[in-house]
């Protein structure tokens, strides 16, 4: 090949390499102007989205454990047959009252949300016929049920099971009036309207934890985990 024409082969070539090597940063530009683009819309969806809205409980009317004036609201949608809550009761409540609701910093409130069958059931009426006969012994009773707890469904919550339990806890409460209670099944309204209430917020297990109107996401279980959150939600107020 002539110099010439060989000179004028290697200028193309190099040419053609410059005019890819542009192609290719252009393409890496337009890669990334997208890419960032993307990333400045996703923040601004995200940063426009509304935060979650609280649900509101009717808590006058509910069993409260501490102060009903406490910044921090707990509600706990449980099951007295539920193994699950009978732990959360016997391991996470006590730490609760000692750490924040006999500070006044925690109201602690119960619904009853019976899934597992009928002894569930009846522990709630007996629950709650005790409470409206006198709330500050509903606790107490309360956390006996959970210590008393037997196998699921196997007939241990009868009547006369809840009655014998109040009078050997010494409620000052009208044993005949509990009896007559949880046979006529006096407060059942109350029990399908929590129950009610439970599944329109989609709660699907027990025990399920509302902390200030909002559903805890975390692991009841994991105490370290949720006294994190709780210590949240003061310094935010």
């Known amino acids: 090949m002539p110099p010439k024409t060989k000179t004028n082969a290697l200028a193309q070539r190099k040419a053609e390499q410059l005019k890819q090597q542009q192609k290719q940063k252009t393409r890496r530009l337009i890669w990334f102007s997208t890419v960032g683009v993307l990333l400045v819309l996703i923040i601004a969806v995200l940063a426009i989205q509304p935060k979650a809205k609280a649900t ?3 808590y006058a009317n509910l069993p409260v454990l501490g102060n009903a004036e406490a910044p921090v609201k707990i509600v706990e949608f449980g099951d007295f047959q539920c193994p699950a809550c009978k732990n959360v009761n016997q391991l996470i409540k006590p730490e609760l009252v000692k750490d924040y609701i006999d500070q006044g910093k925690v109201a602690f409130y119960f619904m009853n949300l019976p899934f597992i069958g009928t002894d569930s059931t009846t522990a709630a009426l007996a629950a709650q016929a005790v409470y ?4 500050d012994a509903y606790w107490t009773y309360f956390d ?3 210590e008393r707890q037997g196998d699921e469904n196997a007939g241990w919550a009868s009547a006369e099971f809840f009655v014998e339990l109040a009078k050997e806890l010494k409620l000052p409460i009208d044993y005949d009036q509990l009896q007559k209670d949880i046979a006529e099944a006096t407060y059942q309204n109350e029990v399908e ?18 902390i200030n ?8 279980g994991d105490y370290a985990a ?12």
């Open 132 to 135: 409206h006969q006198n709330s």
């Open 144 to 146: 006996a049920i959970y």
């Open 193 to 210: 309207a929590q129950y009610a209430k439970g599944n329109k917020l989609g709660v699907d297990s027990t025990p399920t934890f509302f």
């Open 226 to 237: 949720l006294k994190k959150y709780i210590d949240q939600e003061l310094q935010s107020k």
């Open 213 to 220: 109107g909002l559903e805890y996401a975390g692991n009841v």
């Open 56 to 58: 509101s409980f009717d």
